[in-house]
């Protein structure tokens, strides 16, 4: 081993001489590792929360920001330089509750297992299979004729981590029975929403937010401004049946389709599978949920 450390002495003093090359030492590789472990943090942070979506919205503006600099649209540097402090005390504002529980999970995290965690590639969002939609509408029409409340969360790529904090446990595998037995009247976890995270039932009775849109229906109870909440924050999918008629529910991007059959359910749901590419997938969805909306204006719950 001497022999080579000495021979590449050699070559590195004839030869590369015009190379400066850095002197590596532990402190260095002690920093390196602490810088990576503290943005693969920060990262998986802003992919469980609603930090995501502002982090997408960020990198578009920095986009049209770097186009100005190319090409010297001085006004618009300007009030790109004068809104970045605003727009940092606005983040702060916005995100308070996050970046509190964050600070809580950070006291609260076992640095040692966080550190040589090799799950830096593990994806939380799974794949909803072909028995769990048959669960899902057999239960939800099930419930329906009994005129039993309930509101299902079929979480897609944005994970619902900080909403699921808020309810119960679950974790169990999806089938019509156990949803009927959570939303069944007068039972400790019928009230609120329940998570789906594949064929799982992750958590029950969520607090999910209700949306503010004005232009929603002024009979739409609190279930089903709750799913256009969570749908507007999110890209799940929410079912809602309805307590007062029975009828079946289903809101995505902001809209809901209303009075669905089993046919149509089941192909909200099956437009949701990861079977096509992403885009064609969104824009099946929201063109179903326009035509829904248009042949439900005339309804009434």
Known sequence: MENVLSMFGIFKDKYLTWMNLPVITVI???EIII???LIYNILVWIKNTRAWMLFKGLIVILVFVLMAAIF???TILWLAEKAINVGM???VVVFQPELRRALEQLGRKNFLKGLFSFEFGKNQT???GEKTINELVK????MGKVKTGALVVIEDTVVLSEYERTGIPIDGLLTSQLLINIFEKNTPLHDGAIIVRGDRVVAATCYLPLSDNMELSKDLGTRHRAAVGISEVSDSLTIVVSEETGNISVAMGGKIARRLDQEQLREYLKAIQKIEPDSKRKGLLKRRLKNGKQ???VDHE
């Open 35 to 37: 810088i990576a472990f």
């Open 295 to 297: 042949d439900n204006q």
């Open 72 to 74: 010297q649209m001085n």
């Open 126 to 128: 799974a794949i909803i």
């Open 139 to 142: 239960a939800c029409f099930e």
């Open 28 to 30: 260095d590789i002690l």
């Open 89 to 91: 005390i606005a983040i």
